[in-house]
């Protein structure tokens, strides 16, 4: 998942030729849309099934072509939307398609889309682990499982602010670039990537994560943390995915001092992504 996007080439080597971005109505009935619309609705029904939305919250969206998004409508169920329910609106919150209005967070949506061009699909949820930890204003620690550590990592924590407002939209801002998991205090989460799908899968691992650790720490025994060095290699292997993670920085500081076996990090990468690919 969230494997950087690889320029395709001109297939008969002619010079690329700039074309009119479609109009908003073209757009919305393209079939790249239609296509993204059964993706929002299979993610709003997973989201739906696994407890992370209740009533009608959480919402979904994704970008289309250069200026727009596709966004769930607010007040429905995300087990229950149709084709129809899903709007289309500019980059300023404005629907340009679509009959239902769309949903107040979506102000968060696009200050991470305006922040991070990484950010392709948004899925804000409220699923109840990772939200606990929200409810304390503070982070999971890290270091304990692989996958975690692999597709998230150190998670931020924004402050608290009313949702639906331009300054709860703005909370996210300082964190954007290096999470692609954010904690808002007192009211749940919200992860990017590349697709949705791949957003709501950050959910997925990031409350799993939560319960596990929340899970461990009433054994009372103590938790093993993964080994230093073994963190630092995974840290390699995000860069090389594109995967976003705060402690990037640090590793490039040690790295110019105790260089990565560059074979090594391939042979990690091909079996991490053979993994991701279903090829193992
Ligand atoms: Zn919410």
Not at 51 to 75: A, E, F, K, M, W
Not at 133 to 160: C, D, M, R, W
Not at 235 to 244: E, H, N, Q, T, Y
Not at 253 to 261: F, I, R
Request: proline share 8%; hydrophobic share 40%.
């Amino acid at each position: 998942m969230a494997q950087p996007t690889m320029p395709i080439a001109d297939q008969a080597g002619e010079e690329m030729q700039t074309v009119p971005e479609p109009s908003p109505t073209e757009l919305a009935s393209s079939p790249e849309a239609t296509a993204l619309r059964a993706e929002i609705l299979d993610v709003g029904r997973k989201l739906w099934e696994r407890s992370y939305v209740d009533g009608n919250g959480g919402n979904i969206s994704v970008r289309l072509g250069s200026q727009y998004v596709l966004c769930t409508p607010t007040l429905i169920s995300k087990r229950d939307m149709e084709p129809a329910d899903i709007c289309l609106a500019n980059l300023q919150g404005e629907i340009v398609a679509g009959n239902r209005p769309r949903t107040s967070e979506l102000l968060l949506h696009l200050e991470i889309y305006k922040a991070n061009p990484r950010a392709r699909a948004v899925v804000h949820c409220h699923p109840s682990y990772a939200t606990a930890y929200a409810v304390t204003g503070s982070a999971p620690p890290t270091g304990y499982v692989t996958e975690f550590e692999l597709f998230i990592g150190p998670v931020a924590v924004a402050p608290y602010e009313t949702p639906g407002t331009q300054v709860f939209a703005e909370s996210v801002l300082p964190f954007v670039e290096d999470h692609n998991t954010i904690l808002l205090t007192n009211h749940g989460i919200v992860c990017w990537s590349d697709t949705v799908t791949h957003a709501e899968w950050l959910v997925e691992i990031m409350d799993t994560y939560c319960k596990t650790v929340l899970l461990a720490q009433q054994t009372g025994c103590p938790l093993l943390r993964i080994p230093e060095h073994k963190i630092e290699e995974i840290l390699a292997i995000k860069r090389r995915m594109g995967l976003p993670d705060a402690r990037m920085a640090r590793l490039q500081k040690s790295s110019a001092e105790t260089p990565v076996d560059a074979g090594e990090l391939d042979r990690l990468v091909e079996q991490v992504v053979a993994r991701l690919e279903g090829r193992d």
